[in-house]
T-cell receptor
């Protein structure tokens, strides 16, 4: 079953703009991770945020986590054409036997 | 050069045939995973292994089998019982369990002739 659901499903912006993607999940979690996938390639880990953290930064990425709303957001600032990819959230639910559950992803298109 | 390799990049299966997808890692990770990705969809967990000689079913294990005889290798067999095998298959590994980052291979695309 899909634990996380990303919103929007697709997003098209121009280079230099900011991109915000949201993830909602259903059960309590230990951590939430964001991954990026270029078309036809494997996933690349971007950032991990633990359940006791509210915000985390990495370069142009900013992730927030609201456990009371069971939601997270990924902000990419000053986007570049090279940011074009699909972005997935993945949750590590409490009580589960050491596995991640991935959402359906947001497809980001950054145009020049 | 550390990482995860998957082979082949493309694999064609005939009706009734079993095929095996290779996954090798030299990251010295204990945990390894197999996921299936259908077009426009997220990843679904097929099997995972936290230690050599041990593995557990994921959410969609029917029609698949795995082995974990060596720490660095986690091959996936798609059996003839899997009636809809056309998909993109991704292998991943992590230091220990899903509490930490997973590192992914480049994937194998399986097509049915």
């Amino acid at each position: 079953s899909q634990q996380g659901e990303e919103d929007p499903q697709a997003l098209s912006i121009q280079e230099g703009e900011n991109a915000t993607m949201n993830c909602s999940y259903k059960t309590s979690i230990n951590n939430l991770q964001w991954y990026r996938q270029n078309s036809g390639r494997g996933l690349v880990h971007l950032i991990l945020i633990r359940s006791n953290e509210r915000e985390k930064h990495s370069g142009r990425l900013r992730v927030t986590l609201d456990t009371s709303k069971k939601s997270s957001s990924l902000l990419i600032t000053a986007s570049r054409a090279a940011d074009t990819a699909s972005y997935f959230c993945a949750t590590d639910a409490t009580g589960t036997a050491s596995k991640l559950t991935f959402g359906t992803g947001t497809r980001l298109q950054v145009t020049l | 050069d550390g990482g995860i390799t998957q082979s082949p990049k493309y694999l064609f299966r005939k009706e009734g045939q079993n095929v095996t997808l290779s996954c090798e890692q030299n990251l010295n990770h204990d945990a390894m995973y197999w996921y299936r990705q259908d077009p426009g969809q997220g990843l679904r967990l097929i099997y995972y292994s936290q230690i050599v000689n041990d593995f557990q079913k994921g959410d969609i294990a029917e029609g698949y089998s795995v082995s974990r005889e060596k720490k660095e290798s986690f091959p996936l067999t798609v059996t003839s019982a899997q009636k809809n095998p056309t998909a993109f298959y991704l292998c991943a590994s992590s230091i220990a369990g899903s509490r930490e980052t997973q590192y992914f291979g480049p994937g194998t695309r399986l097509l049915v002739l």
